[in-house]
């Protein structure tokens, strides 16, 4: 089975800090991505990346930015935090960037910007 | 531009009936079709999906859809509800996004299953 993991299940941050969340996925998959999960609003994608070093902006990619430096771990990055980004952040991967690959997903980092 | 719509956003129903949820798609490609489960606290998982092929499609923990071009439609049912089946329900469509699997998906239908 896949394993997407999320370092952190829970976050509070105070507005204007640099905020990491990572993701790491243990199948070798090549493509990676992130979302906020909002009520309401489903899920929107951020960025998301189909290599090493390679990234794409995402529909909401404003304030924030990526890395992905290891093919197994890509990391979300809030340059300066504000309370508009408190949201569950998702993170998934697939094999390959074909479109009848699905997205497997790790459990959620719920992040809180006071 | 593709987009999903979710009709209801909250659906109730009683142990042992039916599940119907809702899914329409707008594609200007032939779309790949997706329905994700999310239980509280986690993340979402797959439960099936559509790419070609057999239009009727069985997923995990006997659900199951139906797609329908002519109504550009993708249904999620299941013939009989259990507790167990009580989470947010996500349709996803991919398809048109440049070469890569993004998925576009619904506002998300939450099923309450009550005794």
């Known amino acids: 089975d896949v394993k997407v993991t999320q370092s952190s299940r829970y976050l509070v941050k105070r507005t204007g800090e640099k905020v990491f969340l990572e993701c790491v996925q243990d199948?070798?998959?090549?493509?990676m991505f992130w979302y906020r999960q909002d009520p309401g609003l489903g899920l929107r994608l951020i960025y998301f990346?189909?290599?090493?070093?390679?990234?794409e902006k995402g529909d909401i990619p404003e304030g924030y930015s990526v890395s992905r430096e290891k093919k197994e771990r890509f990391s979300l990055i809030l340059e300066s935090a504000s309370t508009n980004q408190t949201s569950m952040y998702l993170c998934?991967?697939?094999?390959?960037?074909?479109?009848?690959?699905?997205?497997?997903f790790g459990d959620g980092t719920r992040l809180s910007i006071l | 531009a593709q987009s999903v719509t979710q009709l209801g956003s909250h659906v109730s129903v009683s142990e042992g009936a039916l599940v119907l949820l809702r899914c329409n798609y707008s594609?200007?490609?032939?779309?790949?079709l997706f329905w994700y489960v999310q239980y509280p606290n986690q993340g979402l998982q797959l439960l099936l999906k559509?790419?070609?092929?057999?239009?009727l499609v069985k997923g995990i923990n006997g659900f199951e859809a139906e797609f329908k071009k002519s109504e550009t439609s993708f249904h999620l049912t299941k013939p009989s509800a259990h507790m167990s089946d009580a989470a947010e329900y996500f349709c996803?469509?991919?398809?048109?996004?440049?070469?890569?699997?993004?998925?576009?998906f619904g506002a998300g239908t939450r099923l309450a299953v009550h005794p």
């Open positions: 998934a991967s697939s094999l390959s960037g074909a479109l009848n690959q699905p997205q497997h």
């Open positions: 199948m070798d998959h090549e493509n």
């Open positions: 990346s189909y290599d090493v070093k390679m990234k």
């Open positions: 594609s200007s490609v032939p779309p790949y």
């Open positions: 559509y790419t070609t092929g057999a239009t």
């Open positions: 996803a469509v991919s398809g048109s996004g440049g070469g890569y699997n993004k998925l576009i």
